[in-house]
Nanobody, 118 residues
């Protein structure tokens, strides 16, 4: 299984951050697994942002729920993240990951740096 993040590396404050994760060798609609977005910023550690299950249901970190949306395009085997009203505090490396039925992330993308700056 391979995951690859894509999207702009620079976003202006107050705009929407949009990233896509392209998955290879595993269908994202398989109900056994889920697909997650996680980010890491200096001094904050790993922060789970949300998940979309093979059924299409999505769940979010309560602290980010009002600004986060995860969707999917099954025809392209991709899932996407949108984070609205970004601030410099949203600057981080954003990663997508495959989640097993036990809740463990067993495959990760390489991560993509997103900087929020004017």
């Amino acid at each position: 299984v391979q995951l690859q993040e894509s999207g702009p590396g620079l976003v202006k404050p107050s705009q929407t951050l949009s990233l896509t994760c392209t998955v290879s060798c595993q269908s994202i609609t398989t109900t056994y697994y889920a697909w997650s977005w996680i980010r890491q910023s200096p001094g904050k550690g790993l922060e789970w942002m949300g998940v979309i299950h093979g059924t299409g249901s999505s769940y979010y970190n309560p602290s980010l729920k009002s600004r986060t949306s995860i969707s999917r395009d099954a025809s392209k085997n991709q899932f996407s993240l949108q984070l609205t009203s970004v601030t410099p505090e949203d600057t981080a490396v954003y990663c997508c990951a495959k989640v097993t039925s036990s809740g463990r992330c067993d495959y990760w993308g390489q991560g993509t740096q997103v900087t929020v700056s004017s």
